[in-house]
């Protein structure tokens, strides 16, 4: 079903090219509901996970809205028709340029430096503000995705939280409650119990009824996701006083849904190895040779019968870090087959770049419901790449 599906898909948009799965996006979001029921929240999608605005649109129709990390994030949301009330700021950067634009278009904004703190006096604000702690929990993930340890650049010092404070009520800003986001791909409950717990104490210390828990939850690109029975009952409980809960996934509600679909140029044989060479690498999929991420690769319907062998899949770039996938077992391909990369919906697109000078792919929503194919983002032309040249 859905290898016919992608061949048709191919056939009227090429390689390489985005396929994101609406079926696989609801079962996310019904997973994350069941895990909340209860639960007063806001859910935000994080949008640096994907910035399409089409995909955006379908969270926020599920009731969620957006956390955004810059105008550009804005401007997604914008696109996708995200209320201000739903629109989460965070930022350990945030310029004067973009407070002074945002700062009465989100309804959110988390604080995450004293300093930060200090500079918003020079802005009027009736947006709720939270205060961004560094609770010092290690998420036991990549160190590059691990936000929380008090080595990282993010939050504010347990010490330094009644300094941010008064900063920011002396300014007659609206202060919620404290933000905590350890880090992204956590696949075990302990680190977020341990975060977490910290921000409780911390909200009925400070009096506080609202929270902000951040993401991080892990997908299983490998064998190993997060258990959220486990999260329901160990963590849930902890927000039963709690007037608001607002909770910032990424790549949980739309990193299985995404499929990248290549075409294989070469299968080249060498007396040490074999590479199966795609017409896409780390320009479109970067995880691999930044964090050694694992993503599984699939030969689309490999013609029988076929020789198994360890590969190495990789791209077309001038590179040797332009690897998809090493030492693989699999159907080896023939030049001109179509292979898939898994659960690439996440800090997939988002990250691509033009590397190169290759063009971005474009992207597709598929409904395996409804047989429906949308192109939500053509493909880049060459000339898109050199618009802005003077
Ligand atoms: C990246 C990020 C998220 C989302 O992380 P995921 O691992 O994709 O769920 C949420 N909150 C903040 C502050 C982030 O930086």
């Given at each position: 079903m859905l290898e016919r599906t992608i061949k048709t898909v191919v056939e009227h948009y090429g390689t390489p090219l985005y396929v994101y799965v609406k079926d696989v996006i609801r079962y996310q979001l019904a997973k994350v509901k069941r895990v909340f029921e209860g639960v007063r929240m806001l859910p935000t999608f994080?949008?640096?996970?994907?910035?399409n605005p089409r995909l955006i649109q379908l969270f926020l129709e599920e009731g969620f809205g957006t956390d955004i990390v810059s105008l550009g994030e804005y401007h997604a949301s914008e696109l996708a028709g995200?209320?201000?009330?739903?629109i989460v700021w965070n930022g350990n950067g945030k310029t004067k340029a973009e407070m002074g634009f945002l700062k009465d278009k989100v309804g959110f904004i988390n604080v995450d430096s004293v300093e930060e703190a200090q500079r918003w006096a020079d802005f009027q604000s009736d947006a709720n503000f939270f205060i961004r702690i560094n609770?010092?929990?290690?998420?036991?993930?990549h160190p590059h995705i691990s936000?929380?340890?008090?080595?990282?650049?993010?939050g504010v010092h347990i010490d330094l939280i009644d300094e941010a404070l008064s900063v920011l009520r002396k300014q007659g800003k609206k202060v919620l409650g404290f933000h905590i986001h350890i880090g992204?791909?956590?696949?075990?409950v302990e680190p977020f119990l341990e975060a977490i717990s910290i921000g409780v104490e911390l909200s009925k210390k400070y009096g506080f009824g609202c929270i902000n828990i951040g993401g991080g939850w892990g997908i299983n690109y490998s064998g190993k996701e997060l258990n959220l029975e486990e999260y329901r009952s160990?963590?849930?409980?902890?927000?039963?006083?709690?007037e608001l809960v607002i909770i910032e996934l990424g790549r949980y509600l739309i990193g299985p849904a995404g499929i990248l679909v290549a075409k294989v140029e070469y299968v080249k044989r060498t007396p040490y190895k074999t590479f199966v060479v795609l017409d896409v690498g780390m320009n479109a999929l970067v995880r691999p040779a930044m964090y050694g991420a694992h993503h599984g690769v699939h030969v689309l319907?490999?013609?029988?019968?076929w020789e198994e062998s360890i590969v190495d899949v990789v791209?077309?770039?001038?590179?040797?870090?332009?690897?998809?996938?090493?030492n693989r077992s699999i159907?080896?391909?023939?030049?001109?087959s179509l292979m898939i990369v898994e659960?690439?919906?996440?800090y997939g697109f988002s990250m691509a770049s033009n590397y190169n000078s290759h063009p971005r792919p474009a992207e597709v929503l598929i409904d395996l419901s409804t047989n429906e194919i949308r192109l939500i983002r053509r493909r880049e032309s060459i000339e898109d790449l050199f618009r802005n040249v003077e």
């Open positions: 994080a949008c640096k996970a994907n910035n995200v209320p201000r009330e739903r609770p010092d929990v290690d998420p036991r993930t936000t929380g340890i008090r080595e990282t650049k993010f992204s791909q956590i696949t075990e160990k963590v849930v409980p902890l927000f039963s006083s709690f319907e490999p013609e029988e019968p791209g077309p770039l001038c590179e040797t870090g332009d690897v998809i996938a090493r159907p080896i391909p023939k030049c001109g659960d690439v919906g996440a």
